[in-house]
């Protein structure tokens, strides 16, 4: 499925017509110094069916959610914010086609791209162009190094992930620990990811399982690791694989505790298991969304509250709102409304704090954040710190 829509302002005597008007008068300054009057510059999205649908479109609709507001109150610096998107269906293949149109139609910047192998594909169109690259959803290391003064991330890596669910594997006493991934650049970021954390204790996984990207035929992956009887097991898939794979084992007989990284999608890891989900452990990049224990929290959940039922709360949507409010943040400060002015601004966010949500960026780092930190599901779908 295609979804090619818009974020429509809110505001009382626009029309469709004059928000276009506005967005066309908008600065495209590294590649087009003088912007085109017949020229839109927009945001960009993409990853909307496949296994990583609920990710993209949670994050798509959190994103919103800020977007609209900022809008609604006459936009940034006077213009306002179109986000478009198009579907990659988490192919590598699709989503460098969807970035070569994106950078032909001269978009303002990219942002949101969901998955490791997907972010992978755009990253030497991303460069060649110079284009804005912000808050891909993934902590693969290979889009932060070398450094590119045009990728901005919010989330922290997945070695920041997997070392912290490493830490409390091996507190709990756990040292014979398996890796389920997926078998593609995500999959190995992960499993990179545990053997730098193990290898500190001494260790190595005692078993490794694949599973190909879009796939959830688990079986091989389930016997290779039932077989070596580890402690625990870090998955590092997609959510429908991960679900797949911890129903199978737990058939198989299997009694120990699952770990996931944030990139499964928590909600969407919980709605695919139901009653299995509880004792599943998932590590989180971004600040507990169910509650108003921080200011970042109670603005999101008032929002998701004001876009009435289509939106709920969950982990994937507010990195989306989050990811928003940080963007619109830089381009308030670098006040030109050009991408130049886009990468100063959010290379000015040095030790800012967001609601409770501490973030620093400058303009030799491009990782506004490492906080992890790790939640446990429940068998009604709920989501326990």
């Known amino acids: 499925m295609n979804s ?3 974020v429509k302002p809110r505001m009382r005597g626009w029309s469709r017509r004059r928000a276009l008007q506005s967005l066309a008068a908008l600065p495209t300054a590294a590649l087009l110094p003088s912007a085109r009057a017949d020229k839109e510059s927009r ?14 479109t949670q994050m798509n609709l959190g994103a919103r959610l800020h977007f609209d507001q900022v809008n609604a109150s006459g936009g940034v610096n006077g213009q306002l914010i179109e986000l478009r998107t198009l579907d990659d269906a988490y192919d590598p293949v699709r989503c460098k086609a969807n970035t070569e149109k994106f950078i032909a139609d001269n978009v303002f910047a990219l942002f949101g791209y969901v998955g490791t192998p997907t972010s992978l594909a755009a990253m030497p169109l991303v460069n060649e162009s110079k284009m804005p690259f912000f808050a891909p959803f993934t902590g693969a290391p290979a889009l932060r190094e070398p450094f590119s003064r045009n990728v901005f991330h919010v989330r922290a890596s997945y070695d920041d992930e997997t070392a912290l669910i490493v830490k409390q594997m091996t507190s709990f006493g756990l040292s014979k620990i398996a890796v389920f991934r997926q078998n593609d650049s995500y999959g190995q970021a992960g499993l990179d990811g545990v053997n730098k954390a193990l290898k500190a204790h001494n260790l190595q996984p005692v078993a490794v399982g694949t599973v190909e990207r879009n796939s959830v035929d688990v079986d091989a992956a389930v016997k290779a690791i039932i077989a070596a009887k ?3 097991v870090v998955q590092i898939s997609a959510y429908k694989s991960c679900a797949a794979f911890i129903r199978a084992a737990r058939k198989a007989g299997y009694g120990g505790t699952f770990y996931n990284v944030s990139f499964v999608g928590t909600q ?3 709605d695919e298991l139901g009653k299995e989900a509880l ?16 200011p970042i929290s109670r603005e999101y959940l008032d929002a998701v509250k004001a876009a009435g039922s289509a ?3 969950n982990y994937s949507s507010m990195e989306g ?6 963007f619109v943040e830089g381009l308030k400060r670098g006040r030109t409304n050009t991408r130049e002015g886009l990468t100063t601004g959010l290379e000015s966010l040095q030790n800012v704090n967001f609601g409770g949500f501490n973030l620093n960026l400058g303009a030799h780092d491009h990782v506004a954040s490492k906080f992890v930190e790790l939640s446990m599901l429940t068998e009604n779908g709920a989501v326990r710190r």
């Open 279 to 294: 004792g599943v452990v998932v590590s989180q990049v971004m600040p507990f969304p169910f509650s108003t224990t921080t």
């Open 43 to 56: 945001l960009v999205s993409a990853a909307f069916s496949g296994p990583a649908a609920l990710l993209g």
């Open 268 to 270: 969407a890891l919980a």
């Open 4 to 6: 090619d829509s818009s």
């Open 311 to 313: 939106a709920k709360p």
């Open 230 to 232: 580890p402690d625990g």
């Open 321 to 326: 709102f989050l990811a928003a409010r940080v």
